[in-house]
């Protein structure tokens, strides 16, 4: 089991940052690729990023590239979403997951799933 916990949510604005962590306990959190989605509300749980394990490769949904960075911390057990130039359309709960064999954008294959942090863009 992994258990997964995230934190950093908050209200912003337009054009402001925020930084997401992720933080792990359990098995093995650098076996796992984590990846961050988040839903807003009566929307479908939309891909945001992944990170792999093992050699750290990077993907991002076109909506946030170049704004948001996903990076991980295997010695604290801690995945972590920079995010940036944040947009109201950014406002969701935004979630961390963890899996060893899941498709990056496909949320159904991901194992451990945290609680979620909300996240509020203001114009």
């Known amino acids: 089991q992994v258990q997964l916990v995230e934190s950093g949510g908050g209200l912003v604005q337009a054009g402001g940052s925020l930084r997401l962590s992720c933080a792990a306990s359990g098995r093995t959190f650098s076996s796992y690729a984590v990846g961050w989605f988040r839903q807003a509300p009566g929307k479908e749980r939309e891909f945001v990023a992944r990170?792999?394990?093992?050699?750290?490769?990077?993907r991002y949904a076109d909506s946030v590239k170049g704004r948001f960075t996903i990076s991980r911390d295997n010695a604290k057990n801690t995945a972590y979403l920079q995010m940036n130039s944040l947009k109201p359309e950014d406002t969701a709960v935004y979630y961390c997951a963890a899996g060893r064999n899941s498709v990056p954008a496909d949320y159904r294959t991901y194992n451990y799933w945290g609680q979620g942090t909300q996240v509020t863009v203001s114009s």
């Open positions: 990170i792999n394990w093992g050699n750290d490769i990077t």
